[in-house]
């Protein structure tokens, strides 16, 4: 019932930037959590970056200082500003929304992933 779109994703330079985006659709009453994980061959999925209504923030360690979570709620839209990029964060990324639906029920929702990938 909640559909999550990430777009953005791709092949770039290490140092280059790079920006993410997902569009949550459905019959969303409200979201509350919006966050940015990630896996890369052979790891675990892991938490690149949350943030909750009102601002706060929370991001891993590998990206803090590079990487910067936003989010649109009007457009329902959450951002992800990655700069000076690495190889180590060659991954898949997925975006994950928690919230209210129009009919009361919650939900928890991921998307189906983008690929970033940095090298020369």
């Known amino acids: 019932q909640v559909q999550l779109v990430e777009s953005g994703g791709g092949l770039v330079q290490p140092g280059r930037s790079l920006i993410l985006s997902c569009a949550a659709s459905g019959s969303i009453f409200g979201i509350n959590g919006m966050a940015w994980h990630r896996q890369a061959p052979g790891n675990q999925r892991e938490l690149v970056a949350a943030i909750i209504p009102g601002g706060p923030t929370n991001y891993g360690d590998s990206v803090k200082g590079r990487f910067t979570i936003t989010r649109d709620n009007a457009k329902k839209t959450l951002y992800l500003q990655m700069n000076s990029l690495k190889p180590g964060d060659t991954a898949v990324y997925y975006c994950?929304?928690?919230?209210?639906?129009?009919?009361?029920?919650?939900?928890?929702?991921w998307g189906q992933g983008t690929q970033v990938t940095v090298s020369s």
């Open positions: 994950y929304a928690s919230g209210v639906l129009a009919n009361g029920a919650s939900f928890r929702s």
